[in-house]
């Protein structure tokens, strides 16, 4: 498919041919490369560009958690909101005290607008085929639960 391969082979200006994946990464002197994140789950938050990969493992250092995603949910002032969705260690529970420790933990090593507004905590997080967190499971959630809040309003609104 000439139109794809076009898309993603393209010739720099060192004149090598360089594979467009659509990762962030490093490549070190001995010409290593080492896998970031993915560029499209980046998240535009008040104009910034925020990278849930950062968020997370500011999140997944602290000692009380076991996983972390971030999702952005859209928001009309922001465009997104960062939103946290946490799974605890086993045998830990979710207090008030250990969110308040993981949001001190956001503010102290994150951009302001990148740290996230809202924090849901769950026994487990939605996995894909592969095993990975299924993040666009989690946004499509958030966008159900924003339609029916939607909804709801307007129904109460009608009355």
């Keep these: 498919n000439k139109e794809e391969t076009d898309k993603v082979l393209k010739r720099h200006e060192d004149g090598f041919v360089w594979l467009h994946t659509g990762d962030l990464g490093t490549m070190d002197e001995d010409g290593f490369i080492y896998f970031k994140s993915r560029i499209k789950r980046m998240i535009k938050c ?45 045998g830990l529970k979710e207090s008030s005290k250990l969110k308040k420790e993981i949001k001190e933990l956001c503010k102290e090593n994150l951009a302001v607008y990148s740290v996230p507004k809202d ?16 993040f666009k499971a989690l946004e499509r ?13 307007k129904k109460v609104e009608d009355m």
């Design 46 to 90: 008040s104009g910034y560009s925020v990278y849930p990969s950062q968020i997370e493992e500011i999140i997944n250092g602290h000692e009380a958690v076991s996983i972390s995603c971030i999702i952005g949910v859209h928001d009309d002032y922001k465009m997104n909101k960062i939103k946290a969705f946490i799974v605890l260690k086993e």
């Design 119 to 134: 924090y849901e905590f769950r026994d487990n997080l939605p996995k894909t085929l592969m095993n990975k967190i299924d």
């Design 141 to 153: 959630e958030e966008r159900e639960k924003a339609e029916a809040k939607k909804d709801y309003e």
